[in-house]
């Protein structure tokens, strides 16, 4: 069974830094894309950075310059280094994999538990 976790939530001060980590777990052929979602309390789930197999990124427009996200091929993982914090950041912070290649078979829109930040002013 493949899942993700992420880890690397917590507290922080405006202007801060987070690291976020999420890994796929399970017998893994290939993901091609990996996203980060946040949602807000009382918001929808928004997009906040999303990274392809070959390193493209996209940015949502309120996290472009303060927020990176990379990603590691070989350990099915990606991360989300989020500097220069504001209290709009607060949220829980899901992974995202829409297409998992697995031993058994194709796997879509993929989530994980989320994992929350909280930015303080």
């Known amino acids: 069974q493949v899942q993700l976790v992420e880890s690397g939530g917590g507290l922080v001060q405006a202007g801060g830094s987070l690291r976020l980590s999420c890994t796929a777990s399970?017998?893994?052929?290939?993901?091609?894309?990996m996203a980060w979602y946040r949602q807000a309390p009382g918001k929808q789930r928004e997009m906040v950075a999303d990274i392809t197999r070959g390193g493209s990124t996209v940015y949502a427009d309120s996290v472009k310059g303060r927020f990176t996200i990379s990603g590691d091929d070989a350990s099915h993982a990606v991360y989300l280094q989020m500097d220069s914090l504001k209290p709009e950041d607060t949220g829980v912070y899901y992974c995202?994999?829409?297409?998992?290649?697995?031993?058994?078979?194709?796997?879509?829109?993929?989530w994980g538990q989320g994992t929350r930040v909280t930015v303080s002013s």
């Open positions: 995202h994999a829409p297409i998992i290649a697995t031993s058994r078979g194709i796997r879509y829109d993929n």
């Open positions: 399970g017998i893994i052929f290939g993901i091609n894309q």
